[in-house]
């Protein structure tokens, strides 16, 4: 099993710009997660899924939108990136008990 | 929503004492509650979690105890490694009803001296 995926490592963009950052994860579970970790902070959740087309906001959603086709991919997308997004944004998974698996994380730069 | 707390923010031990770390909640539905460390550059990874019907849990040198009456729970690091410092994150859960989401403290950063 690779656990859970995230691709790019590292990105720089452009005020304005858009991207999306990939998730994948291969062990079936049903919840998914976006966090953002700005420095020496917590974790702030940005959107989740419960399963393959539902999703719901978390405490810091403005600015980002998500989406869930299928159980292992849960891809988040930047609009207009802005300075304030940059940080490092972790993908998780979990089944329904609750212990939430980690992403490697996406560092993203907006200059 | 959900608030963790967590102190202290910095906790510096000698190699071979005991850590501790605190954190209360708000949320008297909550009970899960998960601990995470960080290492640098790393992802959070899930050390040692409790739900509300167990006051105390062990596994090796760590044990997380919680106290519902007065929301708060404890993580407890015996005989520290040099190795076991990191970053550590509490977090709370309803953990039912389709409601999984984890709301973090801020972390403690926990060095420990050789």
């Known amino acids: 099993n690779a656990g859970v995926t995230q691709t790019p490592k590292f990105r720089i963009l452009k005020i304005g710009q858009s991207m999306t950052l990939q998730c994948a994860q291969d062990m079936n579970h049903n919840y998914m997660y976006w966090y953002r970790q700005d420095p020496g902070m917590g974790l702030k959740l940005i959107y989740y899924?419960?399963?393959?087309?539902?999703?719901d906001k978390g405490e810091v959603p403005n600015g980002y939108n998500v989406s869930r086709s299928t159980t292992e991919d849960f891809p988040l997308r930047l609009e207009l990136a802005a300075p304030s997004q940059t940080s490092v944004y972790f993908c998780a998974s979990s089944l329904e008990t609750g212990w939430q698996y980690f992403g490697p994380g996406t560092r993203l730069t907006v200059t | 929503g959900e608030n963790v707390e967590q102190h202290p923010s910095t906790l510096s031990v000698q190699e071979g004492d005991s850590a501790v770390i605190k954190c209360t909640y708000s949320?008297?539905?909550?009970?899960?509650f998960p601990w995470y460390k960080q290492e640098l550059g790393k992802r959070p990874q899930l050390i040692i979690d409790?739900?509300?019907?167990?006051g105390e849990k062990k596994d090796q040198r760590i044990a997380v105890t919680l106290n519902k009456t007065a929301k708060h729970f404890s993580l407890h690091i015996t005989e520290t490694q040099p190795e076991d410092s990191a970053v550590y994150f509490c977090a709370a859960s309803r953990g039912g009803s389709n409601d999984y989401k984890l709301s973090f403290g801020a972390g403690t950063t926990v060095t420990v001296r050789a």
């Open positions: 409790i739900r509300s019907n167990v």
């Open positions: 949320d008297s539905a909550s009970n899960y």
């Open positions: 899924s419960v399963g393959a087309g539902i999703t």
